[in-house]
Every structure is written in structure tokens, then in C-alpha cells.
């Protein structure tokens, strides 16, 4: 047998082993991590409508971990309970004026 021949002879019977070896080492260590349990704010999805849509992103932009849960999600009421983010507040405001606007448009 020529010398290249057992040098690749070598590679194809070393290679298996050692990544036999390294799968079998990975399956021995636990990578189990535990955590407390963690609630985030509900957020709604732009098919909601646009004012819900934006609320949610705006006012829970950092998505913050809470111990207990934080919104009335499971009243179904998104976003209910948690601050108001100045832009939402200017938002809804800016919309009551359009609807004072439009209902008396002539004067």
C-alpha cells in the first residue's frame, strides 16, 4: 500500500471516531438552563387595526420580562392596565379633533 493511501486510510477511520466522539460527549453534558417564569406584554397584530397595532410596539418597544402578568390578555383586552406611551396619547388625541372636525365640517 502506498504511503498516500494509509495517510487517507488513516483520515477516513480517524474523522468518524472523533465526531463519533465529540456527539457522544455533547450527549453526556446537561445544557438544561432554568428560569423563573416569565410574562410579556401582550401585543396585537396589525390585522387588529392600526391604533392597537402601533400601541403595542410603541408602548412595549424593550419586550421587558415581568414576574406575574402585566396586561389583560386573558380578558382580551390588549394593552389594558400598562402606561400609555406619549405618542399613542397625541395619537388618540389628534383623532378626537378630526372627529370634532368631521362632524360639523362647516363650521
Keep these: 500500500v502506498k ?27 446537561d445544557f438544561n438552563e432554568y428560569h423563573t417564569t416569565c410574562h410579556y406584554a401582550s401585543k396585537a ?3 387588529a387595526g392600526l391604533a392597537p397595532f402601533l400601541n403595542g410596539w410603541l408602548c412595549f418597544f424593550t419586550n421587558k420580562c415581568s414576574i406575574s402578568p402585566i396586561t389583560g390578555d386573558e380578558q382580551r383586552m390588549l394593552g389594558e392596565g400598562v402606561d400609555r406611551s406619549l405618542i399613542i396619547d397625541g395619537l388618540r388625541a389628534f383623532s378626537d379633533q378630526l372627529a370634532v372636525i368631521g362632524e360639523d365640517p362647516e363650521g
Excluded: D, H, K, Y
Design 3 to 29: 504511503c498516500f493511501n494509509q495517510i487517507w486510510l488513516a483520515i477516513e477511520v480517524i474523522v468518524p471516531i472523533l465526531l463519533f466522539a465529540i456527539v457522544a460527549l455533547i450527549r453526556t453534558e
Design 45 to 47: 397584530f396589525v390585522s
